[in-house]
């Protein structure tokens, strides 16, 4: 039996506005894009194994209106290379700052374009070797 994937979908008002984010800041690739109009109405992106999906308000409203339905999503991304992802945050708004939690994790947290939240995070290394 393989393990189940769960691939987050944001719904955004502008997905090229979050691309901006997603792809030059946090360094995803882009392998999927479906038009819709004269901007983007889904995308894919990869990095490292993870998959996220963007979608347009626009296009959930013409794909199934049942669906667009206010509200926001939290993500919560472990990386491997915590001082990479600050570096790629610099100049970025920081909503939660670097903190080291109960559970061994540092994180650090913002708002995407899209208004969705973000917490990347990665084991300190007393969590990586307990």
């Known amino acids: 039996m393989e393990p189940m994937k769960i691939t987050p979908v944001l719904i955004v008002e502008s997905i090229e506005r979050s691309l901006e984010f997603w792809v030059a800041r946090m360094g995803f690739e882009k392998t ?36 667009d339905r206010p509200g926001y999503a939290a993500l919560f991304i472990e990386v491997e290379d915590f001082a990479e992802t600050k570096t790629r945050l610099e100049g970025y708004p920081i909503e939660l700052p670097e903190r080291v939690t109960f559970y061994g994790m540092r994180e650090i947290g913002v708002f995407e374009p899209g208004g969705h939240t973000v917490v990347f995070a990665a084991k300190t290394a007393e969590a990586a070797t307990s």
């Open 32 to 67: 999927v894009e479906v038009p819709e109009g004269d901007s983007l109405g889904f995308a894919i992106l990869v990095k490292d194994g993870a998959e996220l999906m963007l979608q347009s308000v626009a296009s959930v409203r013409k794909d199934e209106p049942k669906f």
